[in-house]
């Protein structure tokens, strides 16, 4: 998978060298490439923002920046790419979002900062490629760098060989729509805090029932709407 980030701050994304995703950039999985978008300024200043029409507090992204950028990365005619736009405007990102992402070859992240992106950004690349809005919640960022890393480790994970063992990845919270249940490791007793007994049973059938019971029991009790 290939995965180009326009934005005025790339060295956000110099963690991505670590870790996993790290690892699966050096063995060539996943080939990631931050951009500075004030390289497609030509003014002195390197300008990316300007007042809003109609009035208003802060700045927006002006839209000739990304267009340059975004065209050098996918060229000027239709794109098979998808360009993801973080914004807290957009559809909620979720894990089956997460799988979407990561079925696509090639993924273009448009970080906006300030009030955001000149809305003629979105709707000339709609016209030429799929165009994702993603919001990671209702809270606001500063910009789309927080977020997009967010995105993109929720979905390189997901590229077959970036985990070494998948099966991992089954268990794990809202794979199955419900929050994962609570994990212990040795020692059997710490702090006067002990195990579940039904843990160290070695009974397989009781342990997956009680690991079941205890997903069903955390999800009524901090997010019940994901029962519903
Ligand atoms: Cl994607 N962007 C910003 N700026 N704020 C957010 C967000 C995105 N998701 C939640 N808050």
Known sequence: MRIDILTIFPSFFEVLDLSLVGKARQSGLLEITAHDLRDFTHDRHRTVDDTPYGGGAGMVMKPEPWG?????????????????????AGELFSQPIARELAAAEHLVFAC??????????????????????????????????VAAMAMIEASARLVPGVIGNPESLVEESHEDGLLEYPIYTKPASWRGLEVPPVLLSGHHGEIAAWRRAQQLERTRAVRPELLD
């Open 68 to 88: 340059e950028a975004i065209d050098s990365i996918v060229g000027t005619g239709p794109s098979s790419a998808t360009l993801v736009v973080p914004s807290p």
């Open 112 to 145: 906006g900062r300030y009030e955001g992106i000149d809305q003629r950004v979105v709707d000339h690349y709609a016209e030429r490629m799929p165009v994702r809005l993603l919001s990671l919640g209702d809270y606001v960022l500063n910009g789309g760098e």
